[in-house]
C-alpha cells in the first residue's frame, strides 16, 4: 500500500524557518518524483517544488524560489522541503505527493494531475 505521511507544519512568525517531511512507502523510491503542493484558504491547490529521486532534479515555482529548498534522502524514502523567509501568504496546507517518472518523457513538474498518491496534508500558517 502506497502510504505518503507529511510532518513539520507550525505556527511561526513571518521570517521564521521550516521544514516539512514526507515519509514514503509501498512503491520504489528511486522510481518516482516527489512533489509539494499548497492550498490557501480560499484559493486553489498549487504546485511549489518537485524532485526526481532518481536524479535529483528539482523544479521550483517562481513565488518560493530562493526561499524554498526541496531534498530527498534515498535510503529514508523521505523528501524535505526547507522553507525560509517565510511570509503570511505562504500560509496553507501542504500536501506531498509522488508520480512515476517515465524515461523519456517530461511532464509539467508541478501539473497535479500527473500525480497519483497524496499525503493527507500539513498546515502550515505564518503569522505577520
Known amino acids: 500500500e502506497v502510504q505518503l505521511v507529511e510532518s513539520g507544519g507550525g505556527l511561526v512568525q513571518a521570517g521564521g524557518s521550516l521544514t516539512l517531511s514526507c515519509a514514503a512507502s509501498?512503491?520504489?523510491?528511486?522510481?518516482?518524483?516527489i512533489g509539494w503542493f499548497r492550498r490557501a484558504p480560499g484559493k486553489e491547490r498549487g504546485g511549489v517544488s518537485c524532485i526526481s529521486n532518481g536524479d535529483g532534479s528539482t523544479y521550483y515555482a517562481d513565488s518560493v524560489k530562493g526561499r524554498f529548498s526541496i531534498s530527498s534522502d534515498n535510503a529514508k524514502n523521505t523528501v524535505y522541503l526547507q522553507m525560509n523567509n517565510l511570509k503570511p501568504e505562504d500560509t496553507a496546507v501542504y500536501y506531498c505527493a509522488a508520480r512515476i517518472v517515465i524515461t523519456g518523457t517530461k511532464p509539467p513538474p508541478l501539473s497535479e494531475y500527473e500525480y497519483g498518491y497524496w499525503g493527507q496534508g500539513t498546515q502550515v500558517t505564518v503569522s505577520s
Open positions: 509501498g512503491f520504489t523510491f528511486a522510481d518516482y518524483a
